[in-house]
């Protein structure tokens, strides 16, 4: 029973992550994310090449606000796997 419990706990933070996706803060904070990234990759373009340090920040900053997205899309799709597992948990056996 514990591992449907966590497959519940993973269905439902999928849904909660969808609904937070098409919120308006959702929607806000991922242009907000999006926008960061355009600004450092156009900042990275005409960036001095040989200033490392200064590169290496720009490439953090986009990689900062890249996860954003990753995070909620890994959500989302660990509430579909989750909803698939307990799927095949509840079939008949062949």
Request: aromatic share 4%; hydrophobic share 45%; proline share 3%.
């Amino acid at each position: 029973m514990r591992e449907r419990d966590e497959l519940n706990a993973m269905q439902k933070l999928g849904a909660e992550a969808e609904a937070f996706i098409v919120s308006p803060l959702g929607r806000h904070l991922i242009a907000k994310a999006e926008d960061e990234v355009a600004a450092a990759v156009e900042q990275l373009k005409t960036h001095e090449p040989t200033d490392t340090e200064g590169i290496r920040r720009i490439q953090n900053d986009i990689r900062v606000a890249e996860s954003f997205n990753y995070w909620l899309a890994e959500a989302v799709q660990s509430g579909i796997n989750a909803i698939s597992a307990m799927e095949l948990m509840d079939a008949p056996d062949a």
